[in-house]
């Protein structure tokens, strides 16, 4: 038990942990495995106890173990879903201690000193921790120890057993070095403790010794916890309910106010915004804001939140508003000179009340493609989410407005002298091409299947500036764009 003057440290190692993450939301009534791509393989990743019941191991081509195993279910693995769901595990265990740290990619460590009597004494939290992670689904290991090194021995080789018991492998040695000190006679921390050290180093290096010192005490082993990540929330509670408008935007520009000043702190800046507005009666209504940009500028971002707030059915009034940044990115500070005299937050503002009507992935920009085919010249993308670019050049102009192929009744390779286009009687003027466009081979477009193009810019006299190509493949005439 602790005593006061021990450091103590709790290993929890969760030797199912993938697949109780995925059979805690859909359970599985027999052998169950997550597989994943390794070596060119579809190899077992993980698996629950029925599938190790029945003979199958990490490791294990998938196609062995489903002839081993007929009635075997799976699922592939997803190794950032895992990640996840062990940080949130870590800022559970923070309950239990504030120092809780990784250890590996399924397993946690934390520092108990001085912790263990708020919870009854050391039995009483590692009792308490096994059942409410039982009740969570997840199968755990649990080692203590005066190290880090032996706790995380006992989780893995026996939750009781002394420490020099235990085999060389619980001194987190890679499988070469296990094998080599087996091989030597050396199987248990014991023996490995009671040899000569100097040969121990010259032929193993210094890594054996020093994770046998760990193990013992002899030698330090910091526990790193992870850094929280930083809150972007406020909050304001009011004595008496409020529901004007002007009342509630005032709230929301103090919250702004602060908001603003611990993304400045990280340099950080919001681009979805939630004003929640806890009601009298219990309700609650939210107001949601997505920014063209990041942003963290108070005074740009307060009338933004004008419409939403003035569509809230504030009922019998509001007692407390919550402001929250949903989504954060990166905002470095930005070099302002005294001769820039663009504002180009005026366009994100404007794309951003715009977007707040009709949803900010249909204000459209057109973006240029790397492509000589008129049709495949552009691409259109949300504005919110893409910058503008430059890189509108072509060796040609091009009409301002392209639309489909349109046919006129003509001959010859040159314009027209006379044709009709859209129920209009037109007169070419003056006519300059041609400019020749192949179609792009490793493509499948069924508009290109007349073959090459031939494209002329075509004045009429009754004022009309077209865009004609002709088909010499498929002879025939076609109006496709108009000019300004």
Same mark, same amino acid.
């Given at each position: 038990? %602790?005593?006061?003057?021990?450091?103590?440290?709790?290993?929890?190692? %969760?030797?199912?942990? #993938?697949?109780?993450?995925?059979?805690?939301? $859909?359970?599985?009534?027999?052998?169950?495995?997550?597989?994943?791509?390794?070596? &060119?393989? &579809?190899?077992?990743?993980?698996?629950?106890?029925?599938?190790?019941?029945?003979?199958?191991?990490?490791?294990?081509?998938?196609?062995?173990?489903?002839?081993?195993?007929?009635?075997?279910?799976?699922?592939?693995?997803?190794?950032?879903?895992?990640?996840?769901?062990?940080?949130?595990?870590? !800022?559970?265990?923070?309950?239990?201690?504030?120092?809780?740290?990784?250890?590996?990619?399924?397993? *946690?460590?934390?520092?108990?000193?001085?912790?263990?009597?708020?919870?009854?004494?050391?039995?009483?939290?590692?009792? #308490?921790?096994?059942?409410?992670? +039982?009740?969570?689904?997840?199968?755990?290991?649990?080692?203590?120890?005066?190290?880090?090194?032996?706790?995380?021995?006992?989780?893995?080789?026996?939750?009781?057993?002394?420490?020099?018991?235990?085999?060389?492998?619980?001194?987190?040695?890679?499988?070469?070095?296990?094998?080599?000190?087996?091989?030597?006679?050396?199987?248990?921390?014991?023996?490995?403790?009671?040899?000569?050290?100097?040969?121990?180093?010259?032929?193993?290096?210094?890594?054996?010794?020093?994770?046998?010192?760990?193990?013992?005490?002899? $030698?330090?082993?910091?526990?790193?916890? /992870?850094? /929280?990540?930083?809150?972007?929330?406020? !909050?304001?509670?009011?004595?008496?309910?409020?529901?004007?408008?002007?009342?509630?935007?005032?709230?929301?520009?103090?919250?702004?106010?602060?908001?603003?000043?611990?993304?400045?702190?990280?340099? +950080?800046?919001?681009?979805?915004?939630?004003?929640? *507005?806890? *009601?009298?009666?219990?309700?609650?209504?939210?107001?949601?804001? !997505?920014?063209?940009?990041?942003?963290?500028?108070?005074?740009?971002?307060? =009338?933004?939140?004008?419409?939403?707030?003035?569509?809230?059915?504030?009922?019998?009034?509001?007692?407390?508003?919550?402001?929250?940044?949903?989504?954060?990115?990166?905002?470095?500070?930005?070099?302002?000179?005294?001769?820039?005299?663009?504002?180009?937050?005026?366009?994100?503002?404007?794309?951003?009340?715009?977007?707040?009507?009709?949803?900010?992935?249909?204000?459209?920009?057109?973006?240029?493609?790397?492509?000589?085919?008129?049709?495949?010249?552009?691409?259109? +993308?949300?504005?919110?989410?893409?910058?503008?670019?430059?890189?509108? +050049?072509?060796?040609?102009?091009?009409?301002?407005?392209?639309?489909?192929?349109?046919?006129?009744?003509?001959?010859?390779? !040159?314009?027209?002298?006379?044709?009709?286009?859209?129920?209009?009687?037109?007169?070419?003027?003056?006519?300059?091409? =041609?400019?020749?466009?192949?179609?792009?081979?490793?493509?499948?477009?069924?508009?290109?299947?007349?073959?090459?193009?031939?494209?002329?810019?075509?004045?009429?006299?009754?004022?009309? $500036?077209?865009?004609?190509?002709?088909?010499?493949?498929?002879?025939?005439?076609?109006?496709?764009?108009?000019?300004?």
């Amino acid at each position: 038990m %602790f005593d006061g003057t021990r450091r103590r440290i709790v290993s929890l190692w %969760f030797p199912r942990f #993938a697949s109780d993450r995925v059979l805690r939301a $859909r359970p599985v009534d027999g052998p169950f495995v997550l597989t994943l791509q390794q070596n &060119n393989a &579809n190899r077992i990743y993980c698996l629950n106890e029925p599938a190790r019941a029945r003979g199958l191991y990490r490791g294990m081509p998938f196609s062995d173990a489903r002839a081993f195993c007929p009635n075997l279910s799976s699922r592939p693995a997803d190794l950032h879903a895992d990640q996840r769901f062990l940080g949130l595990l870590r !800022r559970w265990a923070v309950r239990w201690c504030p120092w809780v740290g990784f250890e590996g990619a399924d397993g *946690l460590v934390l520092d108990i000193t001085g912790s263990a009597h708020l919870f009854g004494g050391e039995a009483a939290m590692i009792t #308490a921790m096994r059942a409410r992670l +039982a009740r969570a689904g997840l199968s755990v290991r649990i080692g203590c120890g005066d190290t880090r090194g032996a706790a995380w021995a006992r989780a893995h080789h026996g939750e009781e057993a002394v420490l020099e018991t235990l085999p060389v492998e619980a001194l987190r040695l890679d499988p070469d070095t296990v094998m080599a000190l087996q091989r030597m006679g050396l199987r248990s921390i014991g023996q490995l403790a009671e040899s000569p050290r100097a040969p121990l180093a010259r032929r193993f290096g210094p890594e054996l010794l020093l994770r046998l010192d760990q193990a013992f005490g002899t $030698r330090p082993e910091q526990i790193t916890p /992870e850094a /929280e990540p930083p809150c972007y929330a406020v !909050r304001m509670t009011f004595p008496d309910p409020i529901g004007l408008v002007d009342d509630v935007m005032a709230g929301t520009e103090r919250l702004l106010e602060r908001l603003c000043g611990k993304l400045a702190d990280h340099q +950080a800046g919001a681009r979805v915004l939630c004003l929640t *507005l806890r *009601l009298v009666d219990g309700g609650v209504q939210d107001v949601e804001l !997505r920014l063209a940009r990041a942003l963290r500028d108070a005074a740009r971002i307060l =009338p933004l939140f004008q419409r939403g707030v003035a569509e809230v059915n504030a009922g019998f009034g509001i007692d407390q508003i919550r402001l929250e940044a949903l989504q954060v990115e990166p905002l470095p500070p930005e070099q302002v000179t005294h001769v820039s005299t663009r504002d180009p937050g005026r366009l994100d503002d404007l794309i951003t009340r715009i977007g707040a009507r009709i949803g900010l992935e249909n204000v459209l920009r057109f973006l240029p493609a790397d492509s000589h085919i008129p049709e495949r010249s552009f691409s259109i +993308a949300p504005a919110a989410f893409s910058k503008p670019e430059a890189g509108w +050049a072509c060796l040609r102009p091009r009409p301002v407005l392209i639309f489909s192929p349109e046919p006129i009744a003509a001959t010859g390779p !040159r314009p027209p002298r006379r044709f009709r286009w859209r129920r209009m009687a037109l007169t070419t003027g003056r006519a300059s091409g =041609p400019e020749r466009i192949c179609p792009e081979w490793w493509l499948v477009d069924d508009a290109w299947q007349s073959g090459l193009r031939d494209y002329w810019q075509v004045e009429t006299l009754e004022g009309r $500036r077209l865009w004609m190509f002709y088909t010499p493949q498929n002879p025939g005439w076609f109006v496709q764009g108009e000019f300004a």
